[in-house]
């Protein structure tokens, strides 16, 4: 598919995401974990986020579900399809064009059967019967029996409750489903399953945001690549730029991180990246930085936008 004839559909547009935090006394201050995001996804179109473990990817996938926790502040703007969503819009549209395939099991209802909470509300009980055909169609197609229907959660081995959360987003024809980490803790086919249907979703024209901390399961099937440093996207690069030497990735971080894979197995989180809420003045890499240069220290630099790829260095900014 030609990536430039699809839709927009989601715009991430500098999206911070913040708590307020109590400190001694009756101190409060504002603890950031995600500072000016900014990505797009068309449709057809795979989209990986890839962050180390407690980043904020998954508060990134509730921002756009409107279901953060009740203390986060959230800053930026959200768009579907190019409007601008408001809480309101989040909830109506959750579950409908946007679906989320959640990082934890723990998002099912223990108390009910599986094939009820895929097939949600309903109106009607024509509609319930619509649904039910429908919800059987894709459980099939994931290899889900009809036994399966009538279990509940804690009857699910950890492949199959994978299974059942991207058939149950898959039921409500999603334009765009986020999935929060789907591969964590599964053996390696499921891995591979998991990723087959992600493929699927691309092919049948949904754009797919894939959060994750597993670069290989983003290599393997992403069109783009947005890296997370320090609560900032540092760069998005196209999935073809991670080869030869990496010379045509952009920040300095991740031509680290791709030097470090076939040597080093593969280590995110290697060295100390600035913790939520510590005042980094200048550039959040500046400390392991190779290419650094004064003013780095001293000021933020801003995401650039060079069409399809996007960086946060002063490094690519015009003239220098
Ligand atoms: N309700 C909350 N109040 C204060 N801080 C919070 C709250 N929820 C999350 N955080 C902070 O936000 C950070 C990001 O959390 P998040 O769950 O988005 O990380 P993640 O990248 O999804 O991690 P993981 O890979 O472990 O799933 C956490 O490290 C935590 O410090
Ligand atoms: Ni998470």
Redo the contacts with the bound molecule.
Sequence with gaps: MNGDMMEKLLDVENVS?S?I?YTKGLNQRD?K??TDLTLDISEGEILAVL????????????AIFGI?????NLNGKIKFKGRELSQEDKEEIRGKDIVLVP?SVNFLDPLMKISDQAIGNVKSDDERKEKKIKQREIFEHYNLDPEVDDMYPFQLSGGMARRVLVSTALLSDPKLVVA??PT?GLDEKTVQETLNHFKHMKEDGIGVLL?T?DIHAALEVADRIGI?YSGYVIEIAENKDFSGDGENLLHPYTKALYKALPANGFELTKGHQPL?GEIVEGCPYYDRCEMRFDRCKQERPQLIDLGNKKVRCFKYEEGA
Excluded: T
């Design positions: 995401i708590f935090q603890l974990v995600i962050g180390s473990s407690g980043s904020g990817k998954s508060l990134l996938a509730h953060l926790p009740e203390n986060a990082q929060d980490e964590p959060i901390h997370f939520h």
